[in-house]
């Protein structure tokens, strides 16, 4: 239900249609942002101006990725947070890397660095708190077992700091390792109410999945979209939203990905220059939520 702004009650007859208050559905708020990466090359030498300038696109939101040494790009927490109040935006959302780094293993307990990184971004006002990569060193069995562990922990620590965690997908969690794949035994191996998925589909359909398959099987695990295109290309780069061949429309109308608020737009290859493609994203991307 959706895609419809009300429920008409009609009579037995079809001959009277009232409306009633109580059954009037509210749509969820789609919030729709921009993962920094894309434009690291203009927002690593200048983030502010970068922030201007993705403000004055029409963004409102941002996906951060750069924390390092406690500080977003040269600036503390309560600097950045004064930075995204002056451009009026907000870091609802932020990758950061999340490992057996974070872990004290003779306590089986999560170490101060990942007590401090959760406070951190908690003090920019980050709603959502993504790991958005799992080295290949800690991919072994055990190690994963451990790092599924982790993020149990990690995901109520931050659910205590009114954050969400999750986990963010490349293609090498679909292959297969024995009967299954990284991607269910995360999803299996992880508390359903402390680990989401911020499912990034060009990733989904570069490793030749079906994005559908995995929204219907994950879909209450989905909290957000990494929302970037697929060339028509023998490479498959990643391109402008709605300049490739994914359906973005038949996806985000799907029943099980109405859990689904945030979207962001992430890019790694450009027709022209990141923050031209970024603005060219956003544009398409409201073209497409406004049929959903």
């Known amino acids: 239900m959706k895609r419809r702004d009300f429920v008409q009650q009609s009579t037995l007859s079809g001959t009277l249609v009232l409306m009633n208050p109580s059954l009037i559905l509210k749509k969820k708020t789609k919030h729709i942002g921009v993962q920094l990466w894309s434009v690291r090359d203009a927002a690593d030498q200048d983030p502010k101006g970068t922030l201007q300038q993705l403000a004055r696109m029409g963004y409102k939101e941002v996906e951060g990725y750069k924390y390092e040494n406690q500080k977003f790009y040269s600036y503390t927490p309560v600097?950045?947070?004064?930075?995204?109040?002056?451009?009026?935006?907000?870091?609802?959302?932020?990758h950061t890397g999340i490992s057996l780094h974070h872990w004290d293993a003779s306590s089986r307990t999560l170490n101060d660095l990942a007590k401090q990184t959760i406070d951190d971004h908690a003090a920019i006002g980050v709603k959502q708190l993504i790991c958005p990569?799992?080295?290949?060193?800690?991919?072994?069995?055990?190690?994963?077992?451990?790092?599924?562990?982790?993020?149990?922990?990690?995901g109520e620590a931050c659910k205590k700091s009114g954050i969400q965690f999750g986990y963010h997908n490349h293609d090498f969690e679909f292959k297969k390792s024995g009967d299954t794949t990284f991607m269910d035994l995360l999803m299996k191996q992880t508390d359903p109410g402390l680990v989401i998925w911020e499912m990034d589909l060009y990733w989904v359909k570069y490793a030749n999945e079906d994005p559908a398959h995995w929204i219907k099987r994950y879909g209450k695990r989905i909290q957000a979209f990494h929302v970037k295109d697929i060339a028509d290309s023998p490479k498959r780069e990643s391109i402008e939203v709605g300049e490739g061949t994914i359906d973005f429309e038949q996806l985000f109308k799907l029943p099980e990905a109405s859990d689904v608020i945030y979207y962001i737009v992430e890019l790694e290859d450009y027709r022209t220059t990141s923050l031209e493609g970024v603005e060219v994203s956003l544009r398409n991307l409201k073209s497409i939520l406004a049929k959903v």
């Open 133 to 154: 990569y799992i080295d290949e060193q800690w991919r072994t069995p055990e190690n994963f077992k451990q790092l599924c562990e982790v993020f149990n922990q990690v």
């Open 79 to 94: 600097e950045f947070a004064k930075l995204l109040k002056a451009v009026d935006l907000k870091m609802t959302g932020a």
